[in-house]
């Protein structure tokens, strides 16, 4: 590749990270409320579940067990899934970055070469 074409790669690449950052941290903020509406709603029904006179050894599996419970855990898994996607994607993206400097450091010294 020439070395403007690798500069233009390295500029569009650029932009991919700052694209992805951004989309990191509205990912983190989302995977973290969908932890907290999770937890919240699991104390809740844990509370619940004593105050109606449940045993304590099987509170916590009547409660994940519960419909709104366990899609509240889904929810909440996906978030966290989608999260730490995008941060392998930044890594890539930064991989690729890294590769394309390197690059670009290559041809540079090869043109003083020359």
Partial sequence: ??????????????KWLVAKLSEQKELIQKS?????DYRVALAVKLLKLRTEGYQATIMTDLAKGDNIIAKL?????????????????????????????????TRKEEMKLQ
């Fill in 32 to 36: 973290g409320e969908s932890e907290h």
């Fill in 73 to 105: 855990k889904l929810e909440r898994d996906i978030n966290r899934g989608i999260a730490d996607a995008c941060r392998e994607a930044i890594r890539a993206i930064q991989a690729m970055i890294s590769g394309i400097q390197s690059l670009i450091s």
């Fill in 1 to 14: 590749m020439e070395l403007i074409e690798l500069e233009k790669e390295l500029f569009e690449k650029n």
